[in-house]
């Protein structure tokens, strides 16, 4: 008998006939002689309709209600899908966040798991019911109710699958699992059957958005293996885990995009020691999400800092700059550039096979596209390039590591 | 400074419009230097919503789980309440049945208030703020979420006065107050200003359905004075309260009327101890709600039982009947009769003033209307008559003792 935690996302509850669905793929675990914990979000829909009625009542509504309010939901999901388990003949319980002992900390509408008392699902569990718990959800330290934010039911279910030491935890969604590239966009892109923490933590973070890189950063803490597969069929889908030696084998595990990006540079900064933070921390205090950050010397002696940005963040980057510009001095000047995107290789291999870089950007290079700023990481190459190249750079860097080739097999490097 | 309580309805919340329009009356009452707690019903329709959803996913849906949905309804009219406050620069905080301090008992669905502990909602108003707190919902002693019932957040408003010893507790509604009588029927209807606890629970189980009993006996219970007025205007209502000697100067406080009415009989009852219990337990088993209890022995020596209840429940009571009237022998016959309708006198002076009911009767029997059954208790007698002779009968007996008089003053009786 295995302990199976599984996480529905709102799309997969987004109507009643979905949500027997669900009931039904519970059922069968279950019948197969499972305990099973489903960890579900609210009805597809539900959410922005509550936020909806927030903003109309106020131009900046309390985050401690938005809590309150937000978090009746994933409250009502759970009290469905157990009606439809009980429908099929079985014993279902629903407990909400504070029932699954969720602790958090931090802000209203942002909260971060620091404890898990899971004492009542056990015990519903070892009486033999299926538990459903309310993703996105806690009881703040000091006793207010308290949501997760964005990811944050991925971020219980792996929480709850730590809690219960799960030997299983399956993030269903609409998607079949991680894949080496964008299917729309790389069309041999294939799904990884397996990946490290930190691999994907780098895909999640370089744009293929299937899961938020805190849930993953907590299941690396915890040492929580999980899989991501599909909702709607019973493919297998990306076992994400500890790294081991045999993954080592495969150079490149996937390609990640990421489009609308833009770069700022800031020229014509005195060297001297403190610059750099004061430009960063002015960024930080905007709330601003910068990407890569790059910073040289020019020939005039003077240093030259870029950071790319979702193109929408640009407004606001500009604006948190201009107090810090007067400081810096007279020749400092902003430079914008739009319409650029990014393109980044991530792989654990290339810890231990050299000319990653050198092979990508030949790659590039043959094909003619050009390539604007680099950053690397011990598992990552990242490159700028023309947004309007991005969809052929995918397809060529792709293609140069091989990733079409069968799951696991060694490309040549 | 006065601690207020009021209670806002389904209604009155049920629009973001009307969610202003409670802020704005709450912002008032604060701005007078009140101290302000207000208890909230969901929004009108939300709670039919969420029944209607169960009622689809399941034919029989778990109460458990019916408490974990319907709970969600008040969570997020406290909050959005709050929101709309805050918009008007009020400082406000909601509290969830849970932080409200609200313990219960009883069956799911079915929630009884057992106990109180309302730190939280001191401690808010101690620091200035409003306190919106949801209806119907509290937490049972084994810790689960538990909603009230009928009329669940009228108890809610009680118990909250009760606990923090209010000065004041209003419940708003659409009608202005209670009335001598139903102004739809009797037109020269007037409102009570004051009524007595006893009377008001007679008026409501007499078909004034203004309020539950349970509130109205919790209120007794714990001496909390409230007053029943509109949330659409500033009209005084009607304030219900302990029975005082000024009160006793007027004889009858209301006629109420109770349409479609049934009666079933059960002849030839064996007059021998414990037959009357076995019927009536037969019926509570059924859970059927049986309203007036009448019998007498018979020329035969054979007792008969009459009962009148809501033509609704008639099938379910003659269904209860089958298996004890087989038991009880072969000369028993149950009798029935439905399209009757229940008209009562109510009022604490009764005690005082004999002749009430050679009144009521006189004035019936003038108008040519035949009386069915009879009733009695201290403060009240009800009748029954036809149904469509039940209009007919309430002027005529409002009229008989007064009740279009001016307020207060002492009627000939």
């Known amino acids: 008998m295995a302990l199976i935690v599984q996480k529905y996302g709102g799309t997969s509850v987004g109507s009643l006939d979905r949500i027997r669905n669900v009931a039904q793929r519970i059922k069968r675990l279950k019948d197969e002689g499972n305990q099973v914990v489903a960890v579900v979000s609210a009805m597809g829909g539900v959410t922005n309709k509550l936020i909806e009625m927030a903003n109309e009542l106020s131009s900046d509504p309390a985050e401690r209600e938005l809590d309150v309010l937000l978090s009746t939901g994933e409250q009502q999901s759970i009290a469905l899908v157990s009606m439809a388990l009980h429908e099929l003949g079985v014993e279902a319980a629903s407990v909400t966040g504070r029932q699954a002992g969720i602790t958090t900390t931090g802000n209203h509408t942002r909260g971060r798991i620091t404890d898990m008392e899971p004492a009542l699902m056990q015990q519903y569990l070892e009486e033999g019911k299926v538990v459903i718990c309310a993703g996105f959800q806690g009881i703040r330290d000091d006793g207010l109710i308290h949501t997760l934010g964005r ?48 691999e994907m933590l ?88 910068i990407d890569m950050i790059i910073s040289n010397i020019a020939h005039d002696g003077l240093a030259r800092h870029s950071f790319t940005m979702h193109s929408n963040d640009l407004g606001r980057v500009q604006a948190a700059l201009k107090p810090v510009l007067a400081e810096i001095g007279e020749n400092s000047q902003v430079e914008t550039e739009a319409g650029i995107a990014k393109l980044s290789c991530v792989g654990i291999g290339m810890r231990s096979h050299s000319g990653v870089a050198a092979k ?47 799951p696991g097999k060694l490309n040549p490097s």
Do not use: W
């Open 151 to 198: 990811g944050g039911s991925d971020l219980t279910a792996i929480a709850v699958a730590a809690a219960l030491k799960a030997d299983l935890c399956q993030i269903l969604t609409d998607v079949d699992g991680v894949y080496t590239s964008d299917p729309r966009v790389v069309k041999d892109a294939r799904k990884i059957p397996e990946i490290s923490y930190d």
């Open 202 to 289: 780098e895909m999640a973070s370089s744009g293929s958005k299937v899961m938020q890189s805190r849930s993953v950063e907590f299941a690396k803490k915890y040492g929580v293996v999980f899989e991501v597969r599909s909702s709607l069929n019973d493919n297998p889908g990306t076992i994400v885990t500890e790294e081991h030696d045999q993954m080592e084998s495969v150079v490149i595990r996937g390609v990640s995009i990421e489009r609308s990006q833009a770069r700022v540079t800031v020229t014509g900064i005195p060297d001297t020691p403190g610059m750099s933070a004061r430009i960063l921390s002015c960024l930080a205090e905007a709330e601003t999400n």
């Open 360 to 406: 990508m950007f030949e790659a590039l290079g043959a094909a003619g596209i050009n390539i604007g700023m680099i950053t690397t990481s011990e598992i990552k190459i990242a490159v700028t390039v023309e947004e309007s190249e991005i969809e052929r750079a995918a397809n060529v860097v792709h293609n140069a590591f091989g990733l079409e080739g069968t």
